[in-house]
């Protein structure tokens, strides 16, 4: 390959026939969609047939690294698990930290792409060019943890792990991979790992990664990036707080949803406000490659047990929180500890229960429908047995399992109370307060996702702009450039955060250009993200997907936040027109033939 910071190739393994072998990267591939989220969208475009059952054989697990991963770039540890997705049916990548990422480019592969469907239980061996399929009969049935730790001692020092639950398992569509407690959430890519019976894949490294730049210059560039991160005042305070740094300054401004986004905001957060969570750290973590140390250790007592665990972030801390009326800390660290064990999706889960809690609130639901447990708002008490439940998808738990659109779906009412666009639970930010948010969730390819275009930053933060935060004046322009931008983050792949550390569209395309010898500008990072974007827009397009589509729940045109003292509601429908225009759409939200052209596409 003539670029630096890829090894130049693919792992292929079929389950079917168990065939491994390799797919040489392609040049051109690097140069169009550089890596991680890119790569992804090309390997399933090309790759999937429309209108494939995404539990069926035909769906196709691709592991992904960027160029970044595994270099000095700073944040770059992370890696791209994308699938048609089991959820939402549109395409869907999840973007993964830990150590996994660069180790994977250590045994010498991009990425992974995995076909077929195995007769029986499996683990992928990788250890660097041995790749072997082992039996995973004697894990399949745990949780997370317990096959993680049973492989780790099975297999020896030096390999980094991953495995789905029995949420996976059991075909969930809300179910996550996890590496450790890193997970690959959203969109339900552990059930087309379950559907493949691959249980778990192991990676072992020993080798380095060529970069496209003279050594003095590729060091002194990742060392600029490195002490741009450092000297940012919000480091520290990731470090402190992790993520969970904004609850309260969001709060604050009415802007974190409320039981079910019925409101945005909370009357109380002290019991999970940051200072409150940090009593509770045992150490601080990071992943593979960063100065930021945002994760952390924690340790608690519930109910006479005590238990150790990742921190919370911002997401499931809402989600199983304050969007289920409580804010009983131990309760909620409890719940995404099971969710991580479990292997199910904080966000999916928190939003399903939600919706089942409205349900009970309106008398749609009662406890003879959900197997005697109360379902109230405020009920901490119910987390537990109810994601239980859920990975098992026994009961109830059979409902909420298929995300809050397939619930009410099942139950036949109530579809109006699921907080989602395209299947996909919303997440941590009220989209009356921050309308940016809001246009990127009904726009984004994979459902209403925060991290496609974090528009916070430009309408609360200052860090991109200065815009009104409840008016839609300048969103279609601000979102579509920043839902192009976000996919370069996500193909190199670097951590989102940096966004709020100084790391701005020149140093993006500073870090495409370091790995991989490429002359690439400013201009560039646009173009490749609106190609990334295009190109998952008519994977979508392809699944059916059309202009109507691309919405709210109509809570949010309809309803003001009881909490907002100027009852401000929100209609993305009155700006779809331009922002199709900003994206070279025609009207129904089809790419021009004109923009197919510009793009290679």
């Not at 670029?3 to 079917?16: E, P, R």
């Not at 407690?181 to 990664?209: D, P």
């Not at 939600?354 to 005697?372: C, F, I, N, P, V």
């Not at 993006?508 to 990072?525: N, R, S």
Request: proline residues 4%; contains cysteine; charged residues 20%.
């Amino acid at each position: 390959m003539k670029y630096g910071g890829y090894t130049g190739k693919f792992l292929t393994v079929d389950l079917s026939t168990g065939a491994i072998a390799t797919w040489d990267t392609p040049d051109e591939m690097a140069e169009q969609y550089l890596g991680g989220r890119g790569f992804i969208a090309k390997i399933l475009y090309d790759r999937l047939a429309p209108k494939i059952d995404p539990l069926g054989p035909e769906n196709v697990i691709v592991f992904a690294t960027g160029p970044a991963t595994g270099t000095l770039v700073p944040t770059a540890g992370r890696i791209s698990i994308g699938a048609k997705s089991p959820l939402t049916g549109t395409i869907s990548a999840s973007y993964m930290g830990g150590h996994f990422g660069g180790t994977l480019k250590y045994a010498g592969y991009d990425g992974i792409i995995i076909t077929g469907v195995s007769p029986k239980p499996v683990t992928l061996v990788i250890d660097d060019d041995e790749v072997t399929l082992r039996d995973a009969a004697g894990i399949w049935g745990k949780d997370t943890k317990e096959a993680q730790d049973i492989l780790r001692e099975e297999l020896g020092e030096g390999f980094e792990l991953g495995a789905i639950g029995p949420a996976g398992e059991n075909l969930s569509p809300i179910s996550t991979f996890m590496h450790v407690q890193r997970a690959a959430g959203r969109g339900g890519v552990g059930a087309v790992f379950g559907s493949k019976k691959l249980k778990a894949v192991a990676v072992r490294g020993t080798g380095g990664i060529t970069v496209g730049t003279p050594a003095d210059e590729f060091i002194a560039g990742c060392r600029e990036m490195h002490d741009i991160i450092m000297a940012n005042p919000v480091r520290p305070a990731f470090r402190f707080a992790g993520t969970t740094g904004m609850l309260p300054v969001v709060n604050s401004i009415c802007g974190l949803p409320y039981m079910n986004h019925q409101d945005d905001q909370v009357p109380d957060v002290q019991p999970i406000h940051n200072e409150t969570i940090y009593k509770y750290v045992n150490k601080i973590e990071s992943c593979a490659g960063c100065n930021v140390f945002c994760g952390a250790v924690v340790e608690f007592d519930r109910n006479g047990e005590h238990y150790r665990t990742e921190r919370l972030d911002h997401e499931s801390t809402w989600a199983l929180g304050p969007n289920c009326g409580t804010v009983d800390l131990p309760a909620i660290m409890e719940a995404n500890m099971l969710c991580d064990y479990l292997g199910l999706d904080t966000m999916s889960s928190g939003g399903a229960i939600s919706w089942a809690m409205e349900m009970t609130q309106r008398g749609l639901l009662t406890k003879e429908d959900t197997d005697g447990l109360d379902f109230s708002f405020g009920n901490a008490d119910v987390l537990a047995p109810a994601l239980r439940k859920m990975a098992a998808r026994e009961g109830f738990g059979d409902t909420l399992a298929l995300g809050s659109r397939g619930a009410a779906r099942k139950v036949g009412k109530g579809e109006e109370y699921a907080m989602q666009v395209k299947g996909l639970e919303m997440s941590a930010y009220a989209v009356r307060a921050f309308t940016g948010m809001g246009l990127s969730f009904a726009t984004t390819s994979r459902g209403a996702d925060h991290n496609k275009a974090f528009t916070v930053a430009a309408e609360f933060l200052g860090v991109l702009g200065n815009y009104d935060r409840f008016s839609l004046e300048g969103k279609a322009h601000l979102v579509k450039m920043m839902q192009d931008s976000t996919a370069i983050i996500d193909s190199l792949i670097m951590c989102m955060f940096t966004v709020d550390l100084g790391i701005g569209i020149d140093l993006y395309a500073k870090c495409a250009a370091l790995p991989t010898g490429m002359k690439f500008t400013e201009e560039d990072v646009y173009t490749v993200g609106e190609r990334i974007n295009t190109l998952e827009r008519l994977f979508n397009m392809n699944e059916g997907f059309t202009r109507a589509d691309d919405n709210l729940p109509a809570r949010f045109a309809e309803e003001a936040a009881p909490s907002d003292p100027d009852k401000h509601k929100l209609d993305v429908t009155s700006v779809m027109d331009e922002y199709y225009e900003e994206r070279e759409y025609n009207a129904e939200g089809v790419p021009t033939p004109a923009l197919l052209a510009r793009l290679g596409l």
